[in-house]
Structure formats: C-alpha cells, structure tokens
C-alpha cells in the first residue's frame, strides 16, 4: 500500500504559529559558509580552543563512578538540588528553590515565552538585540516596543516611553550584549530597575557573557538589584562550553514555579548526566580556574580585530571597542546596505552579520556585526583585510 502525503502537502496543516517561526539568518549563512574557507566573523561560537577535554572526560568518569546509577536516571524538572545550590550561590539575590536548570539559556527564553506572552502583548525589547531570543518570542506573537539604544544601553526616554505602555515584560543584555557588546552604567542599571518599578514591569536579565569582562569593574545584576523584579538567566555555554546546553533562570519564586511546569511539558527536565557531569567539573574548579584565562584570551582577540580594522577599515568602521563579550558592533560611516556588503563579503571570503537582523523593526541598513571569538590571529587581521575588500566591489554598491 502506498502511504500518500496530506492533500496539498503538510505544511497546509501546520499551525498557524509556524509561520512565525522563521529560520535563523545567522545558522542559514553559517551553513552556506561552513566547510568553505570563508572567515566567518559571523557566528558567537566559542573557542574551542578554550574547551577543557581533559576536565570534561575527568567529570565524566567521575560522575559515573561516583554516583552512575543517578546520572543515567530520571530526575526533578527544576534540576539536581547540588547544581541549584551552586548556582544559588554564585547568583546574588537567588536561593536553591528560586532557581530552574534549563537545557541552554535558549530554552530559558522559551518558556519564558511561553508563561508571559499572550496573542498581541507588548514586549519591550532593545533595538537592536540579541536575534534568539526575538525568534523565542515571537510565535506567541506579541507586539513588540523597541527601546533604542546608545553606547550605554537603553536610551532613558525610550525606555519609559515602552515601560508606560504596560509591557508583558523588558528583555535585556546589560553586560557586553549581543549585538552591541555595550555595557549598561550602574545610573542606567538604577534608573532602568526604578522606571520598572513606577511601571510594575517584570525585567528578563540575560547574562550570558557576564563573566567575560575585559576591563573595567564589576557591576551589580539587575537581579542582584532587585531579585523579586528580574529573572536572571546565567549559562555555562560561553564560559565552559555550549555544547552542554546548560544554564539556568533565577527569579521570583512563583515564576520560577510557572516557567518549571513548562518546562516538564517540555522536556520533564535538563539531561542528569550532563548536570552530573558539570556539578563535577564546577566543584573541582573547572570554571574558576578557566574564568581568567578566556578572559586574556577573548580580550586578545578583540585587540587584533579592532587593530586590524583600524588598519584596513579606517574611517569607513565606526565602533566602540567592546568591553567584554565576544561582539564588535560597528556603522559603516558612508551608510553601506551591509545586507548588500554581505554579498560582495563572502564572495572576498569574510563573513559577518548584517544589523539589520537584530532588530524587531525598523532596522537601519548601516550596521554590523563582527564576532572576534572564533579565528586566530592571523584569520582575524586577513577577515579585516577581505572586508576592506568587500567594501571596495561595485557589488557592495546600490
Ligand atoms: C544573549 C544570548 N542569550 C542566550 C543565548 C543562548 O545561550 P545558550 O547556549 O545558553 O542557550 C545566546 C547565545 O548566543 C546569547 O547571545
């Protein structure tokens, strides 16, 4: 017997939500480029010169020999009580019950989605920002309230321009965001928490690149600043590895309760023997041991690039050395469709991501963005080299 597909195809059956869930502009050109010898300035994959096999196989074996049985089994949606407690510990404000592990912060965002936002809700977002968590959002089709920004984060007027219109809540990346690599001031942090606060406006506090600081002090966490306001979600992806997948959301308790319900709907919980495995990697030391080293070794590369650039781009880049994190935000001075330069840049072997895709709406065509945490020296100062390249072809030209 021959089974025959759905009349008209299956995609005529798909709900109408799918139609929302657009494919990823950064993974559609990652896989155009990949296995070519294209320089990819596009992606925020980590080194993975900075993964620690060796740790990891130690972790591994200890966690099988040690306790192999609750590894491999089921276990609680929210997560390994010993991994809620470290995170706990290292997350000012969180205790163990207002913590979830979640599988990446990814799925974080997810439920959040999920438990927030109803058919047309405002969600306050920065524009332009991180592209994940606007395609985590937008199934549950929200009406989105960008929030402009400057060098500092969220420009103040703006934000209390979308704050006073109730928003489901305010998504934001105060440290080295992605895109911008921009760090909010301490004022900002304030003024952002208290404008919330006049507005009773639930804040999403993303971090993922906290802990890659470069220079300057530490600031406090938004969540740090006002636990029972901010969900805060933390990831071992930049600093230990992504292909883990494990991260966390700390916040008010009876959040944490809404988005763990979810959560078991979803998956029932983060993979046991991956949280075995890293409970054993943190508790010898693993990431505080590697914290300084990526450290030196992202600020490093952030120093070629923006060398690099200054040597081949000139004045046509116009960016602000990033603090931390792993992205170099940039406008091309003489107002270059970087979508169009996109083209003539991969065909110079360099690829990056145009600006335009982090942004709900309203984008301009000027920006870029530049990650400097794969290539090596030498592949970062040749990518600066094929972009001047690019932006000399009459193809990066209307
Ligand atoms: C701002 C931001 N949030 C979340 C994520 C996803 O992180 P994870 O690997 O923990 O899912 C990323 C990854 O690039 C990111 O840049």
Do not use: C
């Not at 009349?7 to 059956?13: L, N, Y």
């Amino acid at each position: 017997m021959t089974v025959r597909a759905g009349r008209g195809g299956w995609t005529a059956r798909f709900a109408a939500r799918t139609e929302r869930m657009r494919p990823s502009e950064i993974r559609t050109l990652l896989k155009r480029t990949a296995g070519s010898d294209v320089i990819s300035l596009a992606g925020g994959l980590p080194s993975p010169a900075t993964f620690d096999v060796g740790a990891f196989a130690a972790a591994a074996e200890r966690a099988l020999v040690r306790d192999g049985r609750r590894a491999l089994q089921y276990g609680p949606t929210d997560g390994r009580p010993e991994l809620r407690a470290w995170v706990a510990e290292r997350t000012p404000g969180a205790t163990p019950e207002r913590v979830l592990i979640t599988s990446g912060s990814q799925q974080g965002l997810a439920l959040l989605a999920q438990v927030l936002i109803d058919p047309e809700a405002p969600v306050a977002v920065a524009a332009p920002t991180y592209m994940g968590a606007l395609r985590a959002f937008d199934p549950y089709a929200p009406r989105w309230l960008p929030v402009a920004t400057d060098a500092d984060g969220m420009r103040p007027e703006a934000l209390e321009a979308a704050l006073a219109q109730r928003p489901a809540f305010l998504y934001v990346i105060p440290d080295f965001d992605n895109p911008t690599g921009s760090r909010m001031t301490l004022e900002r942090r304030e003024a952002l928490l208290d404008a919330a606060a006049r507005h009773d406006v639930l804040v999403i506090e993303d971090a993922p690149y906290r802990e890659l600081r470069f220079e300057g002090e530490e600031l406090p966490t938004l969540h740090e600043l006002a636990p029972e306001r901010v969900a805060h979600l933390g990831t071992l992806s930049k600093t230990l590895a992504p292909g883990l997948r494990l991260a966390w959301v700390a916040g008010p308790e009876a959040l944490i309760e809404a988005l763990q319900r979810a959560k078991q709907a979803s998956d029932l919980h983060t993979s046991t023997f991956v949280q075995a495995v890293a409970l054993e990697a943190v508790a010898e030391g693993a990431l505080d041991r590697r914290l300084p080293e990526l450290r030196v070794h992202y600020r490093a590369r952030r120093d070629v690039l923006v060398d690099a650039l200054a040597v081949e781009a000139g004045d046509r880049l116009a960016f602000e050395p990033p603090q931390g994190g792993m992205f170099l935000w940039a406008r091309a001075t003489d107002g270059t469709d970087t979508t169009r330069l996109l083209g003539a840049a991969v065909d110079a072997g360099v690829a990056f991501v145009p600006g335009a895709a982090f942004y709900p709406a309203g984008a301009p065509a000027d920006r870029l963005r530049l990650s400097y945490s794969l290539p090596d020296d030498a592949g970062l100062r040749e990518a600066a080299r094929r972009l001047r390249t690019a932006f000399d072809a009459p193809a990066a030209r209307p």
